[in-house]
């Protein structure tokens, strides 16, 4: 499974590891991504959320209902 964020659609960004003798090999920075269990009350059930840090906060903000709704807007099953 990639590192991406159901809700936000954070993916890993790319850049360089520079050491001290300033030679650049190629690194990755993962999004920090969390599963999370939240209770999805219309639908009487538990939905797994993979999500990003910033992710588990806009769902805290907007609400579990809205942010699956907005999970679904973009395509992805839940």
Excluded at 2 to 18: E, W
Excluded at 44 to 67: F, N, Q
Aim: glycine share 8%; with cysteine; net charge positive.
């Amino acid at each position: 499974m990639s590192a991406h964020c159901m809700l936000t659609g954070t993916r890993p960004g790319f850049g360089n590891r520079i050491s001290h003798s300033h030679r650049r090999t190629s690194r990755r920075f993962d999004p920090n991504i969390q599963t999370k269990r939240y209770w999805l009350p219309s639908e009487g059930r538990y939905v797994r959320l993979r999500l990003s840090a910033k992710g588990i906060k806009t769902v805290d903000a907007i609400g579990v209902e809205a942010a699956v709704a907005r999970i679904r807007a973009r395509g992805v099953r839940v």
